[in-house]
């Protein structure tokens, strides 16, 4: 049983826990550095954490689609911030996105709670960069859609995670409630499960 490194990512398929195409190539499946990808061909040891969270999102820098800044100055605004997890190759994380922004107004509607979305693999290398410009460009996201930058705590904290794409909520303090959820949020199960974190974050600010 061995751990998956980066360069064990040229593969034919993933779990459904991960974003995956079994017919993707290599040059399809390019994922932030460091991030581990369940395969189903190739068994990997699971960590003791596997599927667990830091208590605290780290500060990160990232800029909006727009070029504008966004960090943890602006979590803070913000009762419950939900973070959608995704990266460039991942084919199940771009196929939700017409979805993500029906979600994303519905929940702005909310005072004090904000949808954003991270991308991770922005600055891997100028082929994830421009698949980033044409994605936004072709889905035209009306949340926040971030190009974090992959480095010091923040890149620690994105090697936990294990499934692409996943969604975090946070509280104002950055404080990581609920637990992860895993895979596209378009079941009425999943957006459930947003609801309950999304409440328990509001929760949280409010009693801080």
Sequence with gaps: MKKVSKTLIIMAGLTLAACGNKEASPKDMAIPEGANVVSENLPIEEPSN??????????????????????IADIE????????????GCSACIEEMDELNNLA????????VEFISMCTDVNYDESTKEAFDRIIADKKPTYKALAVDYEGDMKDYLETIFAYPTTIVVDKNGKIIGDPIEGALIPQEQKDKLKENIKMAIESSKNS
């Design 50 to 71: 596997m599927g667990a969270t830091k208590t605290k999102l780290p500060v990160f820098t990232a800029k909006d689609q727009n070029g504008g800044d966004y960090g």
């Design 77 to 88: 605004k913000n009762n419950a911030t939900v973070i959608n997890l995704w990266f460039t």
């Design 105 to 112: 107004d519905e929940l702005h509607k909310e005072e004090g």
